[in-house]
């Protein structure tokens, strides 16, 4: 898991955040295990309540609008958000336009520079690309 700040931030913030991520989940219409999984790990590093963590499951079916995702967010959680939904995109190795525009989007509320969401997107490659040299080293290191 990353190391982070979530859990300091104030519970509705961590609760908008998590909005954001089950709002993300529905952007390109599927939901795949690696999201699934990315969206569980986060979620985990929110430190909501079962009442809230019940809530946020439930958007997942029928998630709210992105306006009122972003509306709780302060801009440390917004670039959380950004960052984890950043993550959660290309968890399945790909990152569709709709999801594309929606990543922008989100950047262009929070004020971010123009470039953040191709900044974030390198890091996300350049992270799942030392993970998966982690995974060939311990398949070398079999005997």
């Known amino acids: 898991m ?3 700040t979530i859990h300091k931030l104030p519970q509705s913030e961590r609760f908008a955040y998590a909005q954001l991520l089950a709002y993300m989940t529905r952007v390109d219409n599927e939901l795949t295990v690696e999201e699934m999984s990315m969206f569980e790990q986060r979620l985990g590093t929110a430190l909501l309540s079962p ?16 306006d009122e995702c972003l509306e709780n967010l302060g801009d440390e959680a917004g670039r959380l958000a950004l960052r984890d939904a950043v993550l959660m995109s290309a968890s399945d190795g790909n990152v569709d336009e709709d999801e594309r525009d929606i990543l922008e989007e989100i950047s262009e509320h929070l004020g971010l520079k123009d470039d953040a969401v191709d900044r974030l997107l390198e890091w996300t490659v350049e992270g799942y690309a030392w993970m998966q040299i982690g995974y060939d080293l311990l398949n070398d290191l079999s005997r």
């Open 2 to 4: 990353l190391p982070d």
């Open 51 to 66: 009442k809230q963590r019940k809530l946020i499951r439930a958007s997942l079916k029928n998630p709210p609008s992105l």
